[in-house]
């Protein structure tokens, strides 16, 4: 009979040695302890580069920090209004640059809180540079005025066309006051994509035929890194006038470069206050250009979606992301990849 149960006892045991190192080391990392008791919500703003931002964040607070996560889609506006009504605790990308007006109200309100220093990021009016190589003399944007057949709008064959950012985003009243600002508001349209998507798929199929276009984007992005282009030369960045040409009252604008953008993190003030460890997480969220760079370039290459880009940085740049966590929170998401 001692035997037997000695037996028994030992049979028990041996999956618990089958198992050996890892799945004690496995045990020897705590369950993580959300701060927030409800799910942390991201703003969707739909780019590229924002949308793997948020896949990257939601996956580090869900596998690392025990956090369950939602995304809310929106326009940088109107999202921008919900992070301060604590309607989303997180917007992963803030350009505070592009719309200045409405994050110095925001972050007045006391409501709103920008922290860290995602990366740099910056904007601009472009040709390809089989364009440039086409017509040598066009080399500002002001030059344009001089070109409306060679971008003819074919809405509007009498004017021509620049391809603006998407409707509804904020640098849509950037770029209106820059064309204002540049005295060619009689001689193009500034024609507004539906989406970032029509707008990226305009540009390609253009790029594609060797065809002339002129149109804004930003960086980082992968089409940008993509395709050889070349940047309109602006006056040279005077603040005031920038301060104006963000503004849709802006009665006078004046045209000046864009303002170079340090993409920071904005969070709902009171979420904040309840998830001190999440608030400096997010504040050591710092990007290298190489790092969004490439991420976006798979992305691109791929046909991947937001959140399989996400997953490729967490596998391809370690040496990046675990220096934003402490040690237990990085063993959790390593596991989880």
Known sequence: MRVTRTLRLLLAALPLFAAGAPALAA????AAQCEVQRPVRFSGLNWES???LAGIERF????GYGCKTTLESGETLAMLAALQRGDVDVTPEVWPGQIEGAWKKALDSGKVIGVGHVYDAGEAWY???YTAERHPELKRAADLARFKETFTDPEDPSKGRIYGCPAGWACGTLNDNLLRALKLED???MFAPGSGAAQKAAIVSAYKRKRDIVFYYWTPTALVGSLDLVKLELPPFDQKAYTCITDPKCAQPVATEFKPNPVITGLNADFARQAPALQKFFAALKISSPAIDGTLGWLEKEGAEPEEAAKY?????GDEWKKWVPADVAQRVEQAL
């Not at 045990?27 to 705590?30: A, D, G, I, K, Y």
């Not at 580090?60 to 596998?63: A, D, F, M, Q, S």
């Open 127 to 129: 040709i390809p540079r």
């Open 50 to 52: 924002n949308l793997v």
């Open 313 to 317: 940085f967490l596998q391809t740049y």
């Open 27 to 30: 045990s020897s990392t705590p």
């Open 187 to 189: 001689t193009y349209t």
């Open 60 to 63: 580090i607070l869900e596998h």
